[in-house]
């Protein structure tokens, strides 16, 4: 099948962003995808994400593995790099490519089947590493491509299509990346792009592993009664943790809000992610705090949303292997290759 590409014509007075480009500049290909999937939701909210914070198109690099989620990076940022790795390898390819590049942001877009099954342990080690990443799972609860059969986060007595129940106990990503030591972590559904565009706004300008579990109903295989990943079981178990707005760190921006209603908290590059509190007594600060309540929001049949956590302080991989601040890829052959001397005094420091 084959698939007319966008028009490259567009209405003459759309909005730009502070380097002259329009949304239109950070799309991809028409998407493939089935009509109504969560995951082109998904797609548009990263365009808007990434159009607001004026970031360069060709200083993002978006990696996926396999799957539908996996797909998806062909729908957006076509003038970024870009790298399909193979199933489940999606978040080593990435470490590589942020070693030897660290300057690129960097988009990671993987799927349940591909992160909680064959990569769960390269989601792990990504994230206790401290990848400096956005690591996005758009999560159905199926593997799609294959006809819909439970993947690893399908909950337990979830009911597909047929009506035959899940037994198996579910994979809960968003426990796994706080218990792993994530230095952001959130949850949102496709559906409700009011949270999730400042979500994703506020993960880019976040220095250090940033995981965001999206889910992001199956029209096709998992979006009937029954399922726990449909649009209509998700908007009714919904319980948002916090109203979300992003706010960028430039001088006419003030944050004069009355006080105990919002929180403010400071990124490294000086950009502010405030919270509209409507949990009074959940603090996006204490991860300990933070594993309780999902779990116990999740005992109830709720299904938690919103910035769980987030360490105001992050330290990224880069900084915990001391390396330099040239990018690896840019380096010389006298810094690489720095000669016998250098090579005998740190062999003899090992000795």
């Given amino acids: 099948m084959t ?25 991809g290909a028409i998407s493939t995808l089935c009509a109504g999937c969560g995951h082109d939701s998904i797609s548009a909210a990263i365009i808007r994400a990434c159009h607001e914070l004026a970031l360069p198109p060709h200083r993002i690099a978006k990696l996926s593995g396999i799957g539908c989620s996996s797909k998806t990076p062909t729908y957006f940022l076509g003038a970024s790099h870009g790298f399909n790795s193979v199933h489940g390898r999606m978040p080593s390819v990435l470490t590589g490519a942020n070693l030897a590049n660290r300057e690129l942001t960097y988009l990671g877009v993987s799927g349940d089947g591909d992160s909680a099954s064959i990569g769960l342990g390269q989601f ?10 956005v690591y996005i799972v758009e999560n159905n609860g199926v593997y799609g491509l294959t006809k819909g059969q439970f993947s690893a986060t399908s909950d337990k007595g979830a009911k ?36 999730l565009v400042p979500l994703i706004r506020a993960a880019l300008q976040h220095e250090g592993a940033a995981f965001i579990d999206c889910i992001s109903p199956c029209v096709q295989f998992n979006n009937h009664v029954g399922s726990t990943k449909s649009f209509d079981y998700v908007r009714e178990h919904n319980e948002a943790v916090n109203r979300l707005d992003f706010i960028s760190g430039r001088d006419e921006i003030t944050t004069d809000y009355a006080p105990g209603n919002v929180e403010v908290v400071q990124q490294h590059d000086g950009s502010r992610l405030t919270l509209r509190k409507l949990a009074t007594d959940y603090d996006p600060h204490d991860r300990t705090s933070a594993i309780s309540y999902l779990q116990e929001r ?3 049949g709720e299904i938690v949303t919103g910035l769980l956590y987030v360490d105001p302080a992050p330290e990224e991989l880069h900084s915990h292997l001391h390396t330099v601040a040239t990018p690896l890829n840019a380096l010389g052959d006298a810094d690489l290759c720095p000669g016998a001397a250098a090579l005998t ?3 003899a420091g090992l000795r």
């Avoid at 966008?6 to 480009?21: C, D, I, R, T």
């Avoid at 792990?124 to 990443?133: E, S, Y």
């Avoid at 952001?184 to 559906?191: C, D, K, L, N, Q």
């Fill in 160 to 195: 597909n299509k047929n009506g035959v129940a899940n037994t198996d106990s579910a994979i809960d990503l968003v426990g796994l990346a706080l218990q792993l030591g994530a230095t952001f972590v959130a949850r949102s559904f496709s559906g409700d792009k009011t949270q």
């Fill in 124 to 133: 792990a080690h990504a994230l206790r590493r401290g990848v400096n990443m």
């Fill in 345 to 347: 005094a740190l062999n």
């Fill in 3 to 27: 698939f007319l590409p966008k028009p490259k014509l567009h209405h003459p007075e759309l909005a730009v962003n502070a380097l002259g480009y329009t949304r239109r500049d950070y799309e």
């Fill in 298 to 300: 999740t005992a109830a």
